[in-house]
């Protein structure tokens, strides 16, 4: 994984798509930076997938991005959580969905944007739930 040059990572994984699908999927990266401030980026060009929230692991991710042939796949962590009133998700992971891109208007859905801030609202309801390790020395 780089995470030392995402800008340089990103472009590396997005070569071989076509032009539409590196709009699209510069685009949907331009969306996530905005909806999630403060986003850590995480690319995995082997896995040709970009990871996006606030840690380096699963339990902190908010959401994923997978070019495609057809488009580009927003990968939405914990998407069995979260409220989805439009139906936008697909998938039937235990866990994860995802909502298929296909062009530039797809991202003004209001209802996408609303699924991104409902995984950083679930984000913080885990993180406060899960116990803080505090490391104790052991006095002689």
């Not at 401030?37 to 997978?66: H, N, Q």
């Not at 995802?98 to 003004?108: C, F, G, R, T």
């Not at 993180?127 to 002689?140: E, G, L, N, Q, Y």
Request: net charge positive; charged share 25%.
């Amino acid at each position: 994984m780089s995470t030392t040059n995402t800008n340089k990572a990103v472009y590396d994984l997005l070569e071989p798509y076509s032009p539409e699908t590196q709009k699209l999927a510069l685009a949907t990266r331009a969306l996530i930076f905005k909806v999630i401030p403060k986003t850590i980026e995480v690319v995995d060009i082997k896995a040709r997938i970009i990871g996006y929230g606030f840690g380096t692991k699963y339990v902190d991710m908010i959401c994923s991005l997978m070019p495609t042939k057809a488009g580009v796949t927003l990968g939405i962590a914990w998407g069995t959580e979260l409220p989805d009133p439009q139906n936008l998700m697909e998938g039937a992971g235990k866990v994860h969905r995802h909502v298929k891109l296909q062009s530039k208007p797809d991202l003004d859905d209001p209802a996408l944007k609303a699924l991104l801030k409902a995984g950083i609202a679930h984000w913080k309801t885990v993180r406060k739930a899960r116990p803080v390790k505090i490391k104790t020395s052991k006095a002689k």
